[in-house]
């Protein structure tokens, strides 16, 4: 298949296809300057195509007219063509068997036949078109004179070794391209891919650059596709002079600088190596402090390597247009080999700015003897999850290893040790029997005390002997001597969980952090983890029950994870039997009501109001079986599995809509509950409360919402001395699957931002800013008086989204999302000055409610999930825009706000910027009459069809592209199409308008020209006689 693609409109489209149907394309050339294509093809015939009309021409070059009568066998497939710089209407020929054809088009015939015992890959001309090289599959180089047709005059293998014998030169790995390029004031350059030694095996990819007797080989991270020297004539009968080096990689595009000694490579400036280590998660974010990038590339400007070319990058034809929308925008990506990099993606643009090594701060060992998480293959240093909070520049990372890495941004170097935390995540309950045995008392409501600090430390939540304890080994070591850490984010303090007898890990499922309070908090299945990173100390560390308390729904037992280390899929039919009392007094965790008089409060053990369901009705609600809770298990950030959606069947009675849920009894019989979401901010903690306070909402994998309350110190001097404490304060709200993510929204339908700390160099040179005290910044919408006495709380899980009002906790409106599938992702983002929730489902539909409303507002079928890679990247962002990992190699970014639709056609750059065709070199009156040279070839003439003839229409299809005037045809139904078919109507129109006054302008200049030389000759014979002349 052959296209022709279209580079001078914004939107590169292919404008014509030619599909052969019986041959094979193996090479194909353009000559400068030329509207016919030479095109070789596996059976070893050459036909000719019109790029113009993409329409074979009747002229044809079969390989049995090409080769001798007397030769038998095939020469194989066309390796090589190329027209001879001396003469356009000679054509050079390579077959793979070594046979080389100098065919003249003219005459149709061959001037002259060369055979070689190896077989060829790749020629290249002199500028002189005396000479040709040709790289052959034993990797030697042979150079060849026309008037010499027996053999080559000189025979090169540049890295073969003479053998013992001194005679033969051991063969080495084929050459696959050669280019032979000639200057003015020193020896030509050979350049060619391959061709190393067979003894060498471990060698990487190389070009090799022979400059007279200098050899030197550059090696290539990644396998070389092609390669293309930049010379400064674009003639190829002309002195080449070449400049650079273009490498195609399979991963990578590398220019070489040949003007330099040693060869350096030019400093990239657009970003070839997003994939250069997987994309294991991403991040994105919009309307950016303007400060962020500028001090982003600078920090990352300082970690490049050295010994770049100190000239410009040498590839131009593009114009960047950054048009109306100019907010920073800015995409995190994290990485399967632990590094995260942070990307300038304002407007269209996406440039590298800083990258971030994350395994920098573990020790370089192996993991024998040590527990590793589950799933974590060959990475142990994978990105799981991120938190980014760009006005503090407070940054978080959550590995695959089960670690947690807090980090702080900093202009200074610094030489330090690097703190570490073990966190025992862990609900062990061997011993319990019954509820009754070891009860844990009820967490407190707004009346009763805080727990103490000791009682919620992480040591009590273990119950494992002293010895146990010790055993406990994390996965990885982190560096215990003093480290240096250049500018940018340094490590603060990394966190590792922690299990007893060897046992591995659950995986980090959740991940959040505050400036402010100085808190980051992380969860898993087996529960909930808040460490207080300013002090390094952990606050809080309890099972999923544990939160809980007497408020659980379900009166579930504490339940070792070790019991069920797999979960089994599936569902199950539960047979009508004996149903618990505890049913008729706490709900489903995933009923979707708190309306209608119905209980919501976690200090409430009854209902007041409602009709209780029998035994005989619970029994008809499809229920999941005692194996797999109803949450996705969020396995490796590599490769994250992503359950089926559940069908149910629902019935309502007194405007309750009952969904699917689980018995008391099968989930008793599982303890294990993912903390799926996490969110620090400042709102009503309990019921009834007056105040706000600092507080983190917790969402589990069964739809339940938690709170815990966070007591801090009040004095800025006290938060390092003064205990923080954090404890459960037994709020209970439910929704339908697992809780995806928060959202706080003020009395006015604004959104409330969490608090942060104003950014500040803790390792500056300037003591007052080093001592200076915390500045923070808390986001209030509404004044004093205007604000009232309630917040909206926004909670979006995988099957609907709920609306509560705090304190109250009454939940205002409900929307059920989807009922065939689950969420994807879900956020709360801001659109024109408006809060609204963003959601993407699993069967591919993108869908914006409005807030606090949960009123439909777009409900589109973008793509449907056909590869988990874009469920784990895909992110939502501010001002109206996404973004999701479309291949290993490719970032998406999708728009869904109608004024950048508006601006994006002027959003987009230009691939294609017209050059004026550089002049030829004179070559004189005597140079052009003894050159030998051809004469300029009428390929119009030669090719035609009208001399040629027509091509036969079984030997190629032709087919029209959309990005031609078919396509613009089949869009022309369309308002959209009709603009674009106008908008480039009117650039035509503008074009020629403006070429046919350059014309213009030059034919009244040569006419004036013209008349005034005329009127010259006229007056100097004017009075002369005619036999004066």
Known sequence: MLHLWNLRQKRPAILHSLKFNRERITFCHLPFQSKWLYVGTERGNTHIVNIESFILSGYVIMWNKAIELSTKTHPGPVVHLSDSPRDEGKLLIGYENGTVVFWDLRSKRADLRLYYDEAIHSIGWHNEGKQ???????????????????????IIVPHGKIQRDGKKVESCKPILKV?????????????????????????????????????????????????LTLCETPYPNEVQEPYAVVVLLEKDLIVVDLTQSNFPIFENPYPMDIHESPVTCTDYFADCPPDLIPVLYSIGAKHKKQGYSNKEWPISGGAWNLGAQTYPEIIITGHADGTVKFWDASAITLQMLYKLKTSKVFEKQKLEGKPAPENTEEDPFAIQLMYWCPESRLFCVAGVSAYVIVYRFSKHEVNTEISSLEVHLQSEAEDIISPEAEMIPPFPNASSPLPSLKD??????????EGTMKDSIPCLSVKTRAVRMPPGYQAVLVIQLVCADGDSPQQITSLAANSAYGLVAFGNCNGLAVVDFMQKTTLLSMGSLELYGSSDPYQRQLRSPRRSKQFTAGLTELSDGPVSLELERCKSPTTSDHINGHCTSPTSQSCSSGKRMSSADVSKINRRGSGKPPFRKVQSAACMEISLPVTTEETRENSISHSRSSSVSSIDKESKEAITALYFTESFSRKNDTTVSPCLWVGTGLGMVLTISLNLPTADELRQTE??????????????????TFGCLSCTGTLIHPPYETWRDPNSTDESERTRKRKLVMHSPCSSQDMGDHQFAVVCSEKQAKVFSLPSQICLYVHNITDTSFLLRADVVTMCNSACLACF???????????????????????????????????FTNEGQALYLSSPTEVQRLNYSQEMFDNLQDMLGELFIPVETPEAQYRGFLKGLFGGTGGTLDREELFGEATAGKASRSLAQHIPGSGGVEGVKGAA?????????????????????????????????????????????????????????
Not at 723 to 740: E, F, Q, R
Not at 861 to 873: E, F, S
């Open 132 to 154: 040709f090289m040709c790289s052959h599959s034993d990797g030697s180089l042979t150079l060849w004179n026309l008037k010499s047709q027996s053999r080559p005059f000189q």
């Open 179 to 227: 280019e032979y390029k000639t200057c003015k004031n020193s020896e030509p350059f050979i350049i060619f891919s391959g061709g190393l030694s067979y003894d060498k095996p471990w060698r990487r990819p190389s070009l090799t650059i022979m400059h007279g007797k200098a050899i030197t080989v550059l090696e290539m991270d990644h396998p070389i596709v092609d390669f």
């Open 456 to 465: 919620l430390s992480g040591s009590t939540n273990t119950v494992a002997s």
């Open 723 to 740: 205990p923080v404490v954090a404890s459960p304060s037994g709020t209970v709200l439910s929704l339908k699957g697992a809780v995806l």
């Open 841 to 875: 489902s699993a069967h591919g539909h993108i869908m914006i409610l409005s807030l606090p409303s949960l009123r439909p507002l777009l409900d589109v079928h973008y793509l449907p999930v056909t590869d988990m890679r874009i469920a784990r990247t895909f992110r």
């Open 973 to 1029: 139904g369309s308002a959209i199409g009709e603009l674009a078919r106008a908008r480039i109507a009117l650039d035509e129109r503008g074009q020629k308008l403006g070429e046919l006054d350059e014309r213009t302008a030059r034919m009244m200049a040569s006419a004036e020209a013209f008349s005034k030389h005329a009127h010259e000759v006229m007056l100097k014979y004017k009075d002369k006689k005619w036999y004066q002349f």
